[in-house]
């Protein structure tokens, strides 16, 4: 089992540009979610993704939109970057909602926009 | 508001020795996460309880709800248990939101 995969693992961006970031997991798990890391901050939640179908704004979710594509896989799209993006990003998924199940998470994608 | 505490910030200690890292809680909460952060960035979760105690390995995680207190216990410490190491509780009114601690930053010696 590869647990949750994200891709890329890096990226640099010119402000204004977009990009998808890509998140699949192979645990058949019900809910997935975006966080964001910033230097100093805890994570903090952009988007979640209950069940297949449905979609949610976490903590910081401007800027940034989401697809829950089918049950594995849930992408985060920046439609026009911008230098207070840069962040490490992290894909999570749980098998049920946070409060019954750990949370299992993707390496990271480390993105800068200059 | 649900708020989350750990102690200490920054913690330093020589290989071998126990090590105890706390976390408490304002309000009522079903379970606690604890989570651990490698040097590397990955993350990765090591407990979810919601009483008693569990263990897995050199890792003994406990909990008080009563007093919204839990600890992370780690036995015969080694250097590659230096990592961040978080606890988060779920957001009242929320299924799917945690509220973070800020972490603590464990270093081991050899």
């Known amino acids: 089992n590869a647990g949750v995969t994200q891709t890329p693992k890096f990226q640099v961006l010119k402000t204004g540009q977009s990009m998808t970031l890509q998140c699949a997991q192979d645990?058949?798990?019900?809910?997935m979610y975006w966080y964001r890391q910033d230097p100093g901050m805890g994570l903090r939640l952009i988007y979640y993704s209950a069940s297949e179908g449905t979609t949610d704004k976490g903590e910081v979710p401007n800027g940034y939109n989401v697809s829950r594509l089918n049950k594995r896989e849930f992408s985060l799209r920046l439609e026009s970057a911008a230098p207070s993006q840069t962040s490490v990003y992290f894909c999570?998924?749980?098998?049920?909602?946070?409060?019954?199940?750990?949370?299992?998470f993707g390496n990271g994608t480390r993105l800068t926009v200059t | 508001k649900n708020e989350v505490e750990q102690s200490p910030q920054n913690l330093t200690a020589q290989e071998g020795e126990f090590i105890t890292i706390n976390c408490s809680y304002s309000v009522g909460i079903s379970a606690l996460h604890w989570l651990q952060q490698h040097p590397g960035g990955g993350i990765v979760s090591l407990f979810m309880l919601s009483s008693g105690k569990k263990k897995h390995g050199r890792l003994i995680a406990t909990i008080n709800i009563q007093e919204k207190h839990s600890s992370l216990h780690i036995t015969a410490s080694h250097p590659r248990d230096s990592a961040v190491y978080i606890c988060a509780v779920p957001v009242q009114d929320s299924n799917y939101q945690l509220i973070w601690g800020a972490g603590t930053k464990l270093i081991i010696k050899p």
């Open positions: 999570a998924s749980s098998e049920e909602r946070v409060r019954n199940s750990p949370l299992h």
């Open positions: 645990m058949n798990h019900n809910s």
